[in-house]
């Protein structure tokens, strides 16, 4: 029985550090790749998503069958946490700055039009106003689509707790209000660009006269959505694709009318 034919039209791969998947089975060697193609044969299968990937993981061959899995979603949820090397050691990532940029050049050359989502904590322990402020020039060189950011606060039993230079509350509060209103320009920015383009989605729910539906771009329940003007006018239903001409945005959400139902 193909999926569509049991009413599954998409499916999202999860796990703490997905890429990383097969590191831990016999013979220790990532076969995250492997999996995204052989996905790519199932039968019915519309769309795929994955989260979350952890940075350290992303290698040249995952990279590779992304570019070639059809049903793969263009979205890319990327954890960051943090803009600064230093806290990025603090934290125990596995990474760096640079590396992070290099890869999602990486993906946006195979993949033209992927988008990126990631998260953030603002007022780590020990981060400095210097820090905080390449983190903003980060937010500008990165372009990342939507970001999902956080005031730091403890939590019962992280190593975290007990690093020195806790930053004062206040000073947190104002850091993610900056970093959110910077985002929230870029993000709009992105969403603008889409204007005039011609999307595929799908239908999650009917609202009213409204359809609404997310892009390939837009991970369910998290980023913004795409409200289709015409949506019970031209008789979508839950769970229907449809071609959309995008017809306007703002810093969340695109709006727009059918162009043809497939």
Do not use: W
């Amino acid at each position: 029985m193909a999926l569509a034919d049991a009413g599954v039209l998409e499916v999202s791969l999860l796990g703490q550090n997905v890429n990383s998947y097969g590191t831990d089975l016999p013979g220790h060697r990532q076969l995250f790749g492997d999996l995204l193609r052989a996905l790519d044969g199932v039968e019915g299968l519309e769309r795929l998503r994955f989260t979350s990937p952890n940075p350290k993981d992303f290698r040249d061959d995952v990279v590779e069958a992304m570019a070639t899995c059809r049903p793969l979603c263009e979205h890319v949820h990327f954890p960051l946490q943090s803009g600064s090397d230093r806290v990025l050691r603090l934290m125990r990532r596995g990474y760096r700055r640079r590396r992070y940029l290099e890869i999602l050049a990486g993906l946006r050359a195979a993949i033209p039009g992927v988008a990126f989502s990631t998260d953030i904590i603002v007022g780590f322990p020990g981060e400095t106003d210097a820090e905080f402020e390449a983190l903003l020039e980060f937010l500008d060189e990165a372009q990342l689509d939507r970001v999902g950011a956080f005031a730091y606060s403890p939590v019962t039993g992280a190593a975290a707790n007990a690093l020195p230079d806790p930053v004062p509350e206040a000073v947190k509060q104002a850091r993610l209000a900056r970093f959110m209103e910077r985002q929230a320009a870029i993000s709009e920015a992105r969403l603008a660009a889409k204007v005039g383009s011609v999307q595929q989605v799908l239908v999650d729910a009917i609202d009213g006269e409204l359809a609404i539906a997310r892009s390939m771009a837009d991970a369910p329940e998290i980023d913004g959505l795409v409200q289709v003007q015409d949506g019970r006018e031209a008789g979508l239903q839950p769970g229907d694709f449809a071609m959309v001409r995008i017809m306007g945005s703002d810093e969340h959400d695109l709006y727009g009318e059918v162009a043809y139902n497939e």
